[in-house]
């Protein structure tokens, strides 16, 4: 058999996971920047969290009307235009110099990035048939731990060696080279890519999606119960994993008497092994034939318990540094399962409203998050911060585990998985 070429994984896999990467490094690079805008602007604990929300509150409106005008026109000049838009909304971070100006610019920069996951899901369905696209998916989401592993040593660098203003600045470029790049190399389907060769083409045309074409309406999804179990699971878990990045250097800087370069290689240890039992996790559920809600439940429970143990062993650096690698393995394990589980309780034709519905719902998380740690820390100790999204995530555990995990595959959903009951 003659070997089919992977220009899908090697320029279009590749050039998504790319893109995807630096939406997660210039989203949470505020991070890193947090402890010292609190004191070159004079803001207090609060303000901050309402800073690091900001991005949050654009990013929830896109996501849904972003993936309409992705289907109705062009996937690709959405990317191009989001990459251009945030790249610029980035740069200007590093130049506006009031708290009004931040929220402004956040606020458009979460506009630009909402709608990219979206237009991300019709590059998976177009160019990776139905045994490759759980793999495609997982290779753009592995951008999440890793932009973190990535940015935090490279941003405190950057800080130390300038400031955090060239920080911004200097962050906010490769969105607007990637939107040159993506605008000669990338193409709605192979169908339109004049780049790949006619053998690649054929075999993907010929294996293109089976999935039913989404007829489900809002209205059918909004009123599936269990679809609002899963929407409050992910917004408890969410509001737990965007805080715990985006204060992970203001909390290193508050247990280490070290300069921020330093702070930034702290504050990237725990993604490092985030990242390594998000694919384990991933891989295991698959193995296990389906079973996922308790790969969900017991990872969130680990996060949650490692967040609340971490309020009562004071400030030494040592061992907060090893709760919080264990509450960043919890956090970011459950994301190789969770989708694949979640949308094992819904018909085909109504898997992409669901999706929709339950992400808008996870990332209002990012504004309750950040906004929570910053209001509960007023006295300046974010320990306290992050005990408190560890109740939230325990909660989540404990609907995954004893509500989500106890509901049947309708028959609909057992039909579409070859007639055989899924496990959950």
Known sequence: MKKIPKARWYRIGLL??????????????????????????GLSTASVGVLLSGFFWGYVLTQIPGGWVAGKFSAKSMIVFALIVWGAAAMLTGMVHSFAALMAVRFIMGLAEGVVWPAFSIYFVNWYPDEERARAINFSEM???ISSIIMSPLAGWMIQTWNYEMMFILQGIPPLILAVVF???GADSPAKDRLLSKEERDYLMKNKSTAIKEKGSLLEVIANPKIWVFCIIYFLWITGLYSFGLW???????LSSSGIQAIGFLSAIPFILAAIAMYVTATMSDRRGGKRSTFVAVALAIGGLALIVEHFIGLSLVANMI?????GIGIYAAMGPWWAWAMSFVPRDQAGTA????????????????????AVAHDGNLINGFYVLGFAMVLGAFLAAFVAGRFKVTDSVEHETSGKPVQV
């Open 323 to 327: 709760v919080l690698v264990v509450a």
């Open 16 to 41: 998504l996971f790319l893109i995807y990467l630096t939406a997660f490094v210039d989203r949470s690079n505020i991070g890193m920047a947090a402890p010292l805008m609190v004191k070159s602007l």
């Open 143 to 145: 951008s999440l731990p």
């Open 248 to 254: 992970m250097p203001s909390l290193m800087k508050q």
């Open 183 to 185: 605008y000669f190399l």
């Open 355 to 374: 999706n929709g519905l339950i992400n808008l719902c996870g990332n209002f998380g990012g504004i309750v998050g950040p906004i929570v740690v910053g």
